[in-house]
């Protein structure tokens, strides 16, 4: 399942053609054999969700209790594929969604650049066989808003894709010697610590990435899961596209051993600003990486009840950090004169708030 996305400002659909042109930007890219529900009228904007076809019974009872315990009041339904795959999902939908007091607004099978409306009877209203879908204003302003619709989900995937030849032996090798001085004393978590603040600081003041040694070093020391968890509260809904840039730099660059943690914080602050699918994506690279990683499972299943990304937010600030791991007195001090973290309230809306 993959949800949504976040836009600069509301997208609205005023029909079954805005409609099938806006999923791909929901989703972030064009659906193939799929059912996606987009569920409207509720107190946090618009969630996209996107289910493989077949659809079973249970997965469409999930569908509606998604939307339904999230307090949306209405649904939009796009079957991709054949008549005989996406029919099925549809109507499976559609009486979930009814049983669970949810509105079905619009119901549509998109298949070869044409759409099928099954809420409409007026001759005429889906475009004739042959006819292509046109593009609308919805996805030009979809477009200069600065979403990217992918050819298909393995495209998205790809661009998360690790570096190959030469950077990767590089990174091979960087790695290697950072592991042997991570080993030699006078190394501490403290080092990782002041490491990470670093890191973030400059990316945040929009200096260049990191370079190879600097990347190597930094995914060694987010072994430490204290390294990781001070990485991970710094990531601010304010600061969202410096985190994304940077961890998806320090992600696609580290080794395989090293990489859940990385893969981790990219899909938390990918997760903040609304882009579900691509923190799934994300959460599968940490996966293959270690099937067992702790902060894999809890996004996972943050992401797989349907939490909105307000909910999801950390809300300790390093100081808090400090005294739950109970650190040493010279590591607390290190926070001494620094900017604190205000703690955050509400992120507010987040994701695509469409109106139907």
């Known amino acids: 399942m993959d949800d949504m996305r976040k836009a600069a400002a509301p997208l609205v659909i005023r029909?079954?053609?805005?409609?099938?042109?806006?999923?791909?930007?929901?989703l972030g890219f064009h659906p193939s054999r799929s059912l996606v529900a987009v569920g409207c009228g509720g107190p946090h904007g618009t969630c996209a969700l996107r289910f493989g076809l077949p659809l079973s019974g249970k997965a469409a009872h999930h569908l509606a209790a998604l939307l339904a315990c999230h307090d949306f009041t209405a649904a939009l339904l796009v079957g991709y594929g054949s008549a005989e795959e996406?029919?099925?999902?549809?109507a499976a939908a559609r009486e979930a969604l009814s049983t669970a007091g949810l509105q079905v607004r619009e119901a549509l099978r998109v298949e070869s650049g044409r759409y099928w409306s099954y809420l409409c009877d007026a001759p005429g209203c889906c475009p004739p066989e042959?006819?292509?879908?046109?593009?609308?204003?919805?996805e030009a302003k979809a477009v200069l808003d600065g979403l990217v619709a992918h050819p298909d989900r393995s495209a998205l995937a790809a661009t998360l894709a690790p570096v190959t030849g030469a950077a990767r032996e590089l990174m091979r090798a960087e790695t290697l010697r950072a592991e042997a001085r991570a080993a030699a004393p006078p190394f501490a978590a403290r080092a990782g610590l002041k490491l990470v603040r670093e890191?973030?600081?400059?990316?945040?003041?929009?200096?260049?990435?990191?370079?190879?040694?600097?990347?190597?070093?930094?995914?060694?020391?987010?072994?430490?899961?204290r390294v990781r968890d001070e990485a991970w509260v710094l990531i601010a809904p304010d600061e969202l596209s410096a985190h994304l840039a940077l961890w998806r730099h320090v992600m696609t660059h580290a080794e395989p051993r090293y990489l859940p943690a990385p893969a981790c914080l990219f899909a938390y602050a990918v997760y903040l600003s609304g882009d579900g699918g691509l923190a799934n994506l994300a959460?599968?690279?940490?996966?293959?990486?270690?099937?067992?990683?702790?902060?894999?499972?809890?996004?996972?299943?943050?992401?797989?009840?349907?939490?909105?990304?307000?909910?999801?937010?950390?809300?300790?600030?390093?100081e808090d950090l400090a005294v739950a791991y109970d650190d040493p007195p010279e590591t607390k001090a290190s926070l001494a004169g620094r900017t604190p973290v205000t703690r955050w309230s509400k992120l507010g809306d987040v994701g695509h708030r469409v109106r139907g």
């Open 15 to 26: 029909g079954p053609l805005d409609l099938a042109g806006a999923v791909p930007y929901l």
């Open 86 to 90: 996406a029919e099925p999902a549809v």
């Open 130 to 138: 042959g006819t292509p879908l046109t593009t609308t204003p919805l």
């Open 199 to 225: 890191t973030i600081a400059r990316a945040l003041r929009g200096e260049a990435f990191p370079a190879p040694r600097e990347v190597a070093e930094l995914t060694v020391a987010l072994a430490s899961l």
């Open 283 to 318: 959460l599968d690279r940490s996966d293959e990486a270690d099937p067992g990683y702790s902060m894999s499972t809890l996004l996972r299943q943050a992401l797989l009840s349907g939490l909105h990304p307000s909910d999801a937010r950390i809300t300790l600030t390093p």
